[in-house]
C-alpha cells in the first residue's frame, strides 16, 4: 500500500497518496516517511493542523529522524511559532550533527530580518569586491589559437 502511494505521491496524483498512506498506516505500517508525505500533502492543501499532527506523529515515531524534526521546524516557523521551531531544529541537530540543511536553517543568515539581510548582503559585497580582480585576470581574453 505505501508503495502504491509513493508512486501517486510522485505522479501527483495527491488523493490517491493520501489515501494509500492512510491505509498503510491503518495497516500498521508506522515508518516516518508515511507521515512526512502525508504532511506534504497537507501543506500542499493547505492544512496546516494536519500536516502538524503528521508530522508529530512522525517524530514520535522515529526521533532519530531529523528530516522529520527539520520539517517540523520548518512549519512550526512559518506559521509563527518560533518557540516550538527552536525546539525542533535543535532535535533535528541533536539527531544528525553533521547534516548542513539542520544547521542552516538555525542559522543567523537564513533569518528574514532586514538587519540579517543588510549585513549578509554587505559581505557579499565585499566577498565579490574581493575576487572581483581575481575574475577580470582569468577571464581577460587570450590570443586564439
Same mark, same amino acid.
Given at each position: ?38 504532511? &506534504? ?44 521551531? !527552536? ?23 537564513? &533569518? ?7 549585513? !549578509? ?7 565579490? !569586491? ?9 577571464? &581577460? ?5
Amino acid at each position: 500500500m505505501k508503495y502504491l502511494a509513493d508512486v501517486s505521491f510522485r505522479a501527483g496524483k495527491l488523493a490517491a497518496a493520501r489515501d494509500g498512506y492512510r491505509r498503510a498506516v491503518a495497516a500498521g505500517f508506522r515508518h516516518p516517511d508515511v507521515f512526512v508525505n502525508l504532511a &506534504s500533502i497537507a501543506e500542499r492543501e493547505g492544512k496546516t493542523g494536519e500536516a502538524r499532527a503528521a508530522l508529530t506523529e512522525a517524530v514520535q515515531s522515529a526521533p532519530a529522524d531529523a528530516d522529520a524534526w527539520n520539517r517540523l521546524g520548518l512549519l512550526e516557523a512559518r506559521s509563527g511559532d518560533l518557540a516550538a521551531a !527552536r525546539r525542533a531544529f535543535t532535535s533535528a541537530m541533536a539527531a544528525a550533527p553533521d547534516r548542513a540543511e539542520t544547521v542552516l536553517t538555525t542559522s543567523p543568515s537564513s &533569518s528574514g530580518a532586514p538587519a540579517t539581510r543588510r549585513r !549578509r548582503n554587505r559581505g557579499c559585497r565585499r566577498r565579490w !569586491r574581493a575576487i572581483r580582480p581575481i575574475r577580470k585576470r582569468t577571464t &581577460s581574453s587570450a590570443p586564439a589559437i
